[in-house]
């Protein structure tokens, strides 16, 4: 394997007896490959900064060496899983993290989730409302923790840890077969990362030479969330890369097909909790 070039640093957390809140910063020297793995916790995270480019995991056990899958917004590692993360390049990225105990997820499901490929590809780019919510509001009272801190973080805690067990028994109870090819998901993957105007369902359909019907079951099959969610995201995480540059949120937002900055800056808004200048405040003024 090759040698790491990553170094992850807490900034801020708080402990309850289910879970454990962190802010975490991850600074990269250069490309990473390391194996990382949680025996009796799952590993929620959340990116607040966009994810380095080309941050790909691999779950090796199931999948075998070869096949990488990208992290979204969202990521989670079942505990007693070893995923194998690659990146490439410098940079750094920031992210709430929540470390829930396994039996605090657990105790909501129906019996043991058979771990399978689909499933751990699932957890690995996760776009789910309520969980985004749950996390937004989790790194806030981290960053800015108030009275009554320890019990509202664990009832933040308790309401993720049963999102999360309705989003692991929903992959469970769907088909483990029925899914979209990999092909199609990057041909997916690849036209949203262009930016521009929403594609339209019709759009994507044609791309991957199937029915709307037929993409949008089989991707909610692949992906455990429906396809309109994830365009949305997706979105969002290429408007965060922009925010990044030297661009103006007005080119960001009309780069981005949106109507006016207005209608961007509301969009963004509700998806991340902030606003796009907010949010490049939060990056400009990140230490280096």
Same mark, same amino acid.
Request: glycine letters at 8%; charged letters at 25%.
């Given at each position: 394997?090759?040698?790491?070039?990553? *170094?992850?640093?807490?900034?801020?957390? @708080? &402990?309850? /007896?289910?879970?454990? #809140?962190?802010?975490? %910063? $991850?600074?990269?020297?250069?490309?990473?490959?390391?194996?990382?793995?949680?025996?009796?916790?799952?590993?929620?995270?959340?990116?607040?900064?966009?994810?380095?480019?080309?941050?790909?995991?691999?779950?090796?056990?199931?999948?075998?060496?070869?096949?990488?899958?990208?992290?979204?917004?969202?990521?989670?590692?079942?505990?007693?899983?070893?995923?194998?993360?690659?990146?490439?390049?410098?940079?750094?990225?920031?992210?709430?993290?929540?470390?829930?105990?396994?039996?605090?997820?657990?105790?909501?499901?129906?019996?043991?989730?058979?771990?399978?490929?689909? *499933?751990?590809?699932?957890?690995?780019? @996760? &776009?789910? /409302?309520?969980?985004? #919510?749950?996390?937004? %509001? $989790?790194?806030?009272?981290?960053?800015?923790?108030?009275?009554?801190?320890?019990?509202?973080?664990?009832?933040?805690?308790?309401?993720?840890?049963?999102?999360?067990?309705?989003?692991?028994?929903?992959?469970?109870?769907?088909?483990?077969?029925?899914?979209?090819?990999?092909?199609?998901?990057?041909?997916?993957?690849?036209?949203?990362?262009?930016?521009?105007?929403?594609?339209?369902?019709?759009?994507?359909?044609?791309?991957?030479?199937?029915?709307?019907?037929?993409?949008?079951?089989?991707?909610?099959?692949?992906?455990?969330?429906?396809?309109?969610?994830?365009?949305?995201?997706?979105?969002?995480?290429? &408007?965060?890369?922009?925010?990044?540059?030297?661009?103006?949120?007005?080119?960001?937002?009309?780069?981005?097909?949106?109507?006016?900055?207005?209608?961007?800056?509301?969009?963004?808004?509700?998806?991340?909790?902030?606003?796009?200048?907010?949010?490049?405040?939060?990056?400009?003024?990140?230490?280096?």
């Amino acid at each position: 394997m090759a040698e790491s070039y990553a *170094r992850s640093v807490f900034e801020a957390e @708080i &402990a309850v /007896p289910q879970a454990q #809140a962190r802010i975490m %910063r $991850l600074d990269l020297a250069g490309p990473t490959d390391r194996i990382f793995r949680r025996e009796r916790h799952y590993w929620l995270d959340m990116c607040l900064t966009p994810r380095p480019e080309r941050v790909r995991g691999c779950y090796a056990e199931h999948w075998g060496p070869h096949r990488y899958e990208r992290l979204g917004e969202i990521f989670l590692v079942p505990p007693g899983q070893a995923l194998r993360l690659r990146t490439e390049g410098e940079g750094s990225q920031s992210s709430v993290v929540c470390e829930i105990k396994a039996e605090a997820i657990d105790r909501w499901l129906d019996g043991p989730i058979e771990w399978t490929d689909s *499933r751990l590809a699932a957890c690995l780019d @996760i &776009a789910h /409302p309520h969980m985004r #919510a749950c996390l937004f %509001r $989790l790194a806030e009272e981290v960053n800015r923790p108030g009275p009554g801190s320890i019990v509202l973080t664990e009832l933040i805690a308790g309401q993720l840890a049963i999102e999360v067990a309705r989003y692991c028994q929903a992959i469970a109870e769907g088909p483990a077969t029925g899914g979209l090819a990999t092909w199609r998901l990057r041909r997916i993957d690849e036209r949203l990362q262009l930016g521009g105007a929403a594609p339209s369902l019709e759009e994507l359909a044609t791309l991957c030479n199937l029915s709307v019907r037929q993409l949008t079951r089989g991707f909610r099959a692949s992906r455990g969330c429906s396809i309109g969610d994830y365009i949305v995201q997706c979105r969002i995480d290429v &408007a965060k890369r922009y925010l990044g540059s030297s661009e103006s949120i007005k080119e960001i937002a009309f780069a981005l097909g949106f109507a006016s900055p207005s209608s961007f800056a509301f969009a963004f808004r509700r998806a991340t909790g902030a606003t796009p200048r907010q949010f490049r405040q939060h990056l400009t003024s990140r230490p280096r």
